[in-house]
């Protein structure tokens, strides 16, 4: 929900009671340990690899508390929000907005054909369906130039010549993925062209009888897919 409540912060010390939790990015694996930029190590028996997207964010409660409360004071002083983005993220905000927010104007551009690209033709015009009907304009095949507003005009021009006028916009596009920190590690040679890691249908790393990965970072087709539908 876009509200800023403390609750919305899982606290994973409470459920991982007979856990270590490290709060410092990865930077290099052995065959024993993952190494991080603040000096530290975390020893393993058996290595699972979730590293997702590369997108920053806050480290500590406090910030993260802080940037939540921005983002949803942010929707709430505006009256027409842009989101830039027809994958997951800007699909899922465009849903909460509209759903939390019916009087907030918002428009939704995506440069591909249709929502959610990578998921099958009848669930994404089922996303598109949905939106529209509660009064989202999505525009597709166009991008946005998010440097052409000036003066503080509020008016986004799009690649069609389009003038979209919005109070605040947010950014929904895809990230690259977090795995060039690997390209100089032990598991270099089981990266792929586009940075994803090789595995079996186990989803173990090719050749590594102990490190698994997960999510975005596997080379396997329709992984998004699957984990939306679980």
């Not at 899982?10 to 603040?38: F, P």
């Not at 975390?42 to 910030?63: C, M, N, Q, R, S």
């Not at 905000?93 to 998921?119: M, N, Q, S």
């Amino acid at each position: 929900m876009l509200i800023s409540l403390s609750s919305i912060l899982i606290n994973h010390r409470e459920y991982l009671t007979n856990g270590r939790i490290i709060t410092s990015a990865a930077i290099n694996i052995t065959d024993t340990e993952v190494l991080t930029t603040n000096g530290g190590h975390g020893v393993y028996d058996y290595l699972v690899i979730a590293t997702g997207h590369g997108d920053p964010v806050p480290v500590t409660k406090v910030e993260r508390l802080h940037q939540y409360d921005a983002e949803n004071q942010k929707i709430q002083s505006a009256q027409s929000i842009l989101i830039v983005g027809g994958g997951p993220s800007g699909v899922e905000l465009a849903g909460e907005i509209a759903t939390d927010f019916p009087g907030k104007k918002v428009t939704l551009v995506h440069k591909g054909p249709r929502l959610l690209e990578f998921i099958g033709t009848k669930a994404s015009d089922k996303s598109l369906g949905w939106l529209r009907s509660r009064k989202v304009e999505v525009k597709l095949e166009q991008a946005v130039d998010l440097n052409s507003t000036s003066d503080g005009s509020q008016v986004y021009r799009t690649s069609t010549g389009e003038s979209i006028q919005a109070d605040c916009h947010f950014l929904c596009v895809a990230k690259p993925l977090a795995t060039e920190w690997l390209s100089e590690s032990i598991l270099k040679t089981n990266l792929d062209k586009n940075g994803r890691l090789m595995v079996d249908e186990y989803l173990r790393v090719k050749g590594r009888s102990n490190k698994f990965a997960i999510g975005d970072i596997t080379d396997i087709p329709g992984t998004q897919t699957r984990l939306l539908s679980s």
